[in-house]
């Protein structure tokens, strides 16, 4: 096979590559693998939206916590503390000791977390049980998408990772039927909370039983295991390929001793254009507001004038099967109209949706609007107005800035810093959700709902722009792609004389292997085309 370096901005072994012709559905090991690092994000999503439910009963049993805006928010936030602290350390656990073992020490300090929460006897009890299910939503929301993305073809990459943004909304949907189906059980909330440790024990059974993800299999010199995750997921052509884009990636970050710290993400041009875009984006999912929806739907339901709580959990379930429904769309569109693309479109139905719904609940608060005569008529449809407005904001939000950061964080970072950065912008998320959750309903009783809802329809703006001016397209470039992308945005032609550089290393580095090395990477089927490299 002929190595040909005449593309600008690629290697040789890059532009060896086949074409990339894999489906979504064409490869059940991947999908089973997606499954089952997705349901961590089952487990976030049934966290988001089960205390929004659980929160109007806690308020009942504690009398301490039904008057008190700031305990409600810190039982609301707390989780998002230990997802912060989770999602920091995350990135560091992911790239020292693998996807898996992070996987499964997610699975038990949420299936102890809930556990605590279920058996609380006060307010504080269940803030420390909220604690320990963050650290496990932290850890799972670094590690799964991750997971995913190195073990999918680059063709599919952004709707497999982006399946995990559907289980997200999945959890979420299952956590408002969970509330509906416990209204008239006794202990209510505690069912609501202590029912989530199950997912987290299937999802530890299963990772038992997984493999580690290939290319940090591969990155920590095990390569042997490395290409035996890889023959279940590509044919023998393709395997070449993807053997010799890992081995071009290892053997650069070798050839620069590249062991990864926190400064070199500050350090390198390159590495910091990735990481502003990738934290930009996870910062701008949370203050346009999804997590304000989906944490107190219950509750702004009720101010739009639905007093029964029944009735509250009812239509912020509707919202939350149009959030799952949107994601679905999300991951047919986004291998197929791209990021950058699908992210634009989505903040400006966010902009419209959110402009929408703070003007209903403007024209409810004005006295003079509804006469007295037709009161009540006014008001029910001022309050109709509001939750159309919540679900039309879900339907632009889900498909593209709901699977969007995810999936970007998950492919933008080099192997040696994609746990690093993928922690790091984690923590950007759940800070910025942090800041959200804890101010919103202060924030609300301060200036009022609608205007509330204004801000956040700027910020959408803003984040607008930053999408367009910052985010580059990723779809369906390899790893080595969208690292080579980043040198040339950061350093123009020069780098790909870099890359060029690189590849010779990466060929060099190969040439020079002993016998045992070079027999370790034939120990599969198509050696005699390998052979020919040597």
Known sequence: MTIDMSMPGSSGLLNAARKRDMKFFSNPYVLALTGAAGIGGFLFGYDTGVISGALLYIRDDFPAVRDNYFLQETIVSMA???????????GWINDAYGRKKSTLLADMMFALGSLVMCAASGPYILIFGRLLVGLGVGVASVTAPVYIAEAAPSEIRGGLVSTNALMITGGQFFSYLINLGFTEVPGTWRWMLGVAAVPAIVQFVLMLF??????????????????????????????????????????????????GSYLDVFKSKELRLAFFAGAGLQAFQQFTGINTVMYYSPTIVQMAGFSSNRLALLLSLIVAAMNAAGTIVGIYLIDRCGRRRLALTSLSGVVISLVILALAFILQSSSGLCTSVANGTCQGALGWFAVAGLALYIAFFSPGMGTVPWAVNSEIYPEAYRGMCGGMSATVNWISNLIVAQTFLSIMGLVGTGPTFLIIAGIAVLAFIFVAMY???TKGLSFDQVEQMWKERAWGDSGNCQSLLGAAAAIGYLSALSTDQTRTLLRWPVRQQWRRHF
């Open 80 to 90: 998002l503390v230990g997802a912060m602290l989770g999602a920091a350390g995350g």
């Open 210 to 259: 997984l493999p580690e993800s290939p290319r940090w299999l591969y990155w920590k010199d095990e390569k042997a295991k490395s290409i035996a995750v890889l023959e279940k997921i590509y044919d023998s052509d393709r395997l070449e390929e993807e053997v010799e884009l890992l081995a071009s990636s290892s053997m650069h970050e070798f050839q620069s001793n590249n062991t």
């Open 471 to 473: 985010v580059p397209e």
